[in-house]
């Protein structure tokens, strides 16, 4: 089962950490706008802005915790 290959979900350096960051924020910030002016909230935009809120709490894991980048 081990394939010797590994999943890598907290960016190795703190400079990863921001911009997964930031970026995570604009997405969930647009996204969230996007929904707001439609007035409904479709499928892919309802998934975009969990991805987004994911990234962020990922970012903030590597950057809170320096032992969990590159893991």
């Known amino acids: 089962m081990n394939s010797g290959t590994k999943w890598h979900v907290v960016p190795p350096t703190a400079r990863a950490?921001?911009?997964s960051l930031l970026?995570?924020?604009a997405v969930v910030i647009s996204?969230?706008?996007r929904?707001?002016?439609?007035?409904?909230?479709?499928?892919?935009?309802v998934i975009a802005l969990?991805?987004?809120?994911?990234l962020v709490v990922v970012a903030?894991?590597?950057?809170?915790?320096?032992g969990l980048r590159g893991r």
């Open 35 to 45: 929904m707001v002016s439609a007035g409904e909230a479709a499928v892919l935009p």
């Open 23 to 25: 970026l995570g924020v």
């Open 50 to 54: 969990v991805m987004g809120v994911l």
């Open 60 to 66: 903030v894991a590597g950057l809170v915790s320096p």
């Open 17 to 19: 950490c921001w911009v």
């Open 31 to 33: 996204t969230a706008a």
